[in-house]
């Protein structure tokens, strides 16, 4: 086990010198291109999702306006033609929205014909400090969870990994509701709706942590374990260093590296699992908004979000790739 | 592998451990209520009793009854038809697509490989949930709409679970072997390669036939899939919701029942995963 385990992380050790510089400049142009063809990706799915909607789309957004179902006479729908330019060939109408998007303009709402962006703008920020709290959150259980139980014997690894696994599966809109009951109907400790104040957020915050810290638990166990039979951590054990003090500035620097990773992944997710406890919560965000758009075909919300999330999703990968940097002090450039 | 490490994976594979038999049991009792719900149900779904509505869990109502007093385990049982086809439909068209797009990824030509490839990744980016959502803002909300739009929305991950085996297999030994013994390369493929990447989607359905309906129900939950009339798990989740005051095992019961059912497919799935591993 231990002669296996030093071999691999020999074989995932960077090679010293010039290489190095060369392949780190390789790896941030891979980066940056792999950005820009995921923003340019949703860009174009978001187009293409608004162009598939089934039917005439003139009338179905003259419809969905209305909302009713019925045929329209071409002088009603003239002006939707005209504002949204539904006359023109498909690519010019790509080329637009793409013109569009880099200016900030995610397009115009057929429900409410006002720019998707107010719509948004003006619930992401409650919807982002939920997130956070959740990613943060996440990372206290799961960071408390694992130093309590990785590497303590066979019995506190398995109970510790099924915890991993079950939390991990956990559905938020199952939990939510759990959570809900348990804490703040039946005990009391937290308002049922949920409120703007920070015992308001304490209980939606964590129906997106549970999860996620199983999910992150999970590839953290075996690196953690790993980490405690590494040579260094038996130099800090020489050196007189407590256990708890050489979990936390040692194993867990080094075995926090795959929960990082997941982070940056997981922080779409994250938002999106907030769309269901904002539901459960009925706390304010871009959740009643989205269902709302959703449910009544307003696809330029909807690819709204699509758009912002991949933004997000974009930077939050260029935070991990910073973060890296700061944890593993092996993969800094000298 | 030597006389003795075979001696002691078959042995390792007689034995059941209990959570795999609760989770084989968990199933079977699922599969027999979508099959003949009537035989498991002690009362019929639709029964209504409303001198009996919104009561607590007992012995005459096990899960309790509705606001019309209809007994909600028999709901629960009905419903089962509809979640697991709703499951199985996804999960289906998750393998499939994942099938396709995974071998055109590991095995086509330098271009077909790459932008199949880039595809999956970018797609992979996305949040389930909001990819399902973009899809049900196309199609419209029905249980059909579930069905594809968590199959597509799920596909991408499987994909490059597929993508990876077949990689591998391509690159292992006896592929090598293989080739030193003069094979044609489609014999390799079809005979060897293919085989050994796609054995270990058995464990992978049966994982995504958990995660499809845990999906599903969470679009019902949001009134974006089956609507409350039906007694599909996720919806009777989000008619519950209405009471959760009054009745909180009107959800509390239908969500642990997603939650049991998504758990023992994990199980068996990674279980029929950890064989196949050793077995190689």
Redesign the interface.
Same mark, same amino acid.
């Given at each position: 086990m231990t002669l296996t385990s030093s071999t691999e992380t020999l074989t995932t050790e960077p090679k010293p010198g010039a290489e190095r510089g060369g392949r780190r400049a390789r790896r941030f142009l891979s980066r940056i291109s792999g950005a820009i063809v995921v923003l340019w990706g949703a860009a174009t799915a978001a187009f293409l999702a608004q162009a598939a909607l089934p039917g005439d789309r003139a009338t179905a957004i003259f419809n969905i306006r209305a909302g009713q179902a019925q045929e329209r006479t071409p002088a009603e729908l003239a002006p939707i033609v005209d504002a949204f330019g539904l006359d023109d060939p498909l690519l010019l109408q790509y080329l637009h929205y793409i013109g569009a998007l880099l200016r900030g303009d995610l397009g115009t709402s057929y429900q409410q014909f006002r720019p998707v962006w107010d719509l948004i703008g003006e619930q992401l920020g409650s919807t982002l400090i939920l997130t956070v709290t959740g990613i943060a959150l996440a990372w206290l259980v799961m960071v408390s969870w694992v130093t309590l139980t990785a590497g303590r014997g066979a019995r506190l690894k398995n109970i510790g990994s099924a915890v991993d696994t079950v939390t991990a599966s956990l559905p938020p809109y199952w939990l939510g509701i759990l959570l809900l009951l348990v804490f703040a109907l039946w005990l009391g400790w937290f308002p049922v709706m949920g409120g703007g104040g920070l015992a308001g957020i304490v209980l939606p915050a964590l129906t997106l942590a549970i999860p996620l810290a199983g999910f992150m638990g999970q590839a953290v166990r075996a690196e953690y374990e790993r980490t405690l039979d590494q040579p260094f951590v038996l130099s800090a054990r020489m050196r007189g260093m407590g256990d708890l003090g050489i979990r936390i500035r040692h194993v867990l620097r080094h075995a926090s590296l795959p929960a990082v990773t997941l982070t940056g992944w997981a922080l779409g997710a994250t938002i999106s699992g907030a769309v269901i406890v904002e539901q459960i919560y009925s706390r304010p965000g871009i959740g009643k908004t989205l269902v709302s758009a959703v449910g009544a075909q307003d696809l330029p919300v909807v690819t709204g979000v699509v758009v912002l999330v991949a933004a997000l999703y974009v930077v939050a990968n260029v935070l991990v790739d910073v973060a890296y940097t700061l944890i593993d002090s092996r993969l800094r450039t000298s | 592998m030597t006389v003795i490490d075979v001696a002691r994976a078959t042995r390792s594979r007689a034995r059941l451990d209990p959570a795999l038999l609760a989770s084989l049991a968990a199933v079977a009792f699922f599969l027999v209520a979508a099959v003949v719900p009537g035989f498991l149900s002690p009362h019929a779904p639709t029964a209504l009793a409303l001198d009996e509505a919104l009561e607590p869990p007992s012995f005459a109502h096990w899960f309790g009854t509705d606001q019309i007093g209809r007994d909600l385990l028999s709901r629960v049982i009905h419903g089962a038809r509809e979640s697991l086809l709703i499951g199985f439909g996804a999960a289906g068209i998750a393998i499939v697509a994942a099938i396709v797009l995974g071998t055109l990824a590991a095995l086509g030509g330098r271009v077909v490989s790459a932008v199949v490839s880039?595809?999956i990744?970018?797609?992979f980016?996305?949040?389930?949930?909001?990819l399902a #959502?973009?899809l049900?803002?196309?199609?419209?909300?029905s249980a059909w709409t579930q069905v594809i739009a968590v199959g597509v929305s799920t596909a991408p991950g499987y994909a490059r679970m597929v993508r990876g085996q077949i990689l591998s297999a391509k690159n292992a030994g006896y592929v090598e072997a293989a080739r030193a013994l003069g094979h044609s390369p489609r014999r390799i493929l079809t005979n060897h390669v293919l085989p050994n990447a796609i054995r270990p989607l058995v464990a992978v359905f049966t994982m995504a036939l958990?995660q499809s309906i845990?999906w599903a129900?969470?679009l019902s939950?949001?009134? #974006?899939g089956v609507a409350p009339p039906s007694s599909e798990w996720g919806a009777l989740?989000d008619a519950g919701?209405a009471f959760?005051?009054q009745a909180?095992w009107l959800?509390?019961i239908p969500?642990?029942i997603?939650?049991v059912f998504?758990?023992a497919a994990?199980t068996i799935g990674s279980r029929i995963q950890q064989n196949l591993e050793k077995g190689e």
């Open positions: - | 880039r595809a990744e970018v797609v980016a996305f949040p389930i949930l909001l #959502l973009l049900v803002s196309i199609l419209g909300a958990g845990v129900s969470g939950f949001l009134g #974006l989740l919701r959760i005051m909180p959800t509390f969500g642990l997603i939650v998504a758990l994990t």
